[in-house]
């Protein structure tokens, strides 16, 4: 009898072990952020943008292909200008004769100048001379109106001047408004980026507005992911953050806290737990800094799958270090630009440990 008891007890402890361990493995999570600190999964981003003719026009050349990388400044494709250079010849003909036409004008102004002066000095000899009674006084009368008329020619001639000088600068706008359509005509790259698809080809006629390229912009590459609500009002913008990408499970790409949404929402379908998908979520962006994009852009790569770190803040205002023991390990470097596999270097602006 004591033997069963024995058996029972033995089985007993066996059993509770056994549950442990299944409890252990399958339900208890053993990889939880630590105290102060919330993770999330999402996948590295970045807008598209997309690159448009702004006058209908024909496809002339384009110069880059898929997947290739461009930098700002990059010639991208370039617009058939061939009736806006003609355009342009006549606009700039225009221009030339209303500014002839000034010319025409001021010379007319000179003309009227010289004629006033004359007018005026006939008419102080007439008056000096009707003082001794040589000039009649209808002669006088003459004079003065003839004074009169060149002076209102002047005036005249100076108003016609100032009109001309409209027309110039009118035909001087319509050539600038020919210049900056053919100026648009050649696409160039605003920032850095890599070519995703290329949606036209040379020869065909495109619309105003017409797509002819679409980029990956990587001037502005992040990281979306949820937070539930009791962790989301804890996170600042301007925070640090971590990126961890599946790659490099080792490293962590220090990034920064750019958006953190002002109202919850449903959590997206990538989330698996139950306990999250049953509860509302904030969406959380961490970007990864510019200047550090900028001298690895041939590393960067968008749809990277991976978890972002960030830490709350306590109840005295502080945000906790990073720990040493951080799962998966934070580290303050990448890979340099064209190091060998295992190479570390140093991420710019960054040397918190």
């Known amino acids: 009898m004591s033997r069963k008891i024995s058996t029972a007890i033995v089985l007993a402890v066996l059993a509770v072990f056994l549950g442990y361990a299944i409890w252990k493995v399958l339900l208890a999570s053993d990889n939880l952020p630590p105290d102060g600190f919330a993770r999330g999964n999402g996948r590295i981003e970045a807008d598209l943008i997309d690159v448009s003719t702004r006058l209908a026009a ?39 004769s209303a500014e002839a036409a000034v010319d025409v004008a001021n010379a007319g102004i000179t003309q009227a100048k010289a004629k006033l002066a004359l007018a005026q000095s006939n008419l102080a000899r007439a008056e000096t001379l009707s ?24 005036v005249a001639g100076d108003a016609e001047a100032v009109a001309k000088q409209r027309a110039v600068d009118a035909e001087n706008a319509a050539l600038q408004e020919i210049e900056a359509r053919i100026a648009d005509s050649t696409l160039y790259s605003t920032q850095a980026g890599r070519v995703l698809y290329r949606l036209a080809q040379p020869g065909e006629v495109l619309g105003s507005g ?14 979306e992911f949820f937070l539930p609500a009791n962790a989301a009002p804890k996170v600042r913008l301007g925070d640090e953050a971590r990126i961890v990408a599946d790659i490099m499970p080792d490293m962590a790409i220090p990034a920064v806290v750019s958006f953190v949404a002002p109202q919850a929402q449903f959590t997206p379908k990538q989330v698996e737990t139950l306990d999250e998908r049953e509860s509302l979520m904030f969406r959380v962006r961490v970007r990864i800094p510019p200047e550090m994009v900028a001298v690895r852009l041939a590393q960067v790569k968008t749809g990277v799958r991976g978890e972002a770190w960030v830490r709350l803040v306590q109840a005295d205002g502080t945000l906790p270090d990073w720990p040493e023991g951080l799962t998966p390990p934070v580290a303050n ?21």
């Open 210 to 223: 017409g797509k002819v390229l679409t980029l990956v912009s990587l001037g502005d590459v992040y990281m």
């Open 131 to 154: 003082k001794r009674g040589v000039v009649t006084r209808e002669e006088l009368d003459i004079r003065r109106m003839e004074a009169k008329v060149a002076e209102s020619v002047l």
């Open 333 to 353: 470097v990448l890979p340099a630009p064209n190091s060998p596999a295992g190479t570390i270097g140093e991420v710019p602006g960054d040397s918190e440990k």
């Open 58 to 96: 024909r496809v002339s050349d384009i110069a880059v292909r898929e997947g290739d990388l461009v930098r700002p400044g990059d010639l991208l494709a370039v617009m058939d200008t061939n009736e806006l250079v003609a355009q342009q010849k006549r606009a700039q003909a225009a221009v030339a």
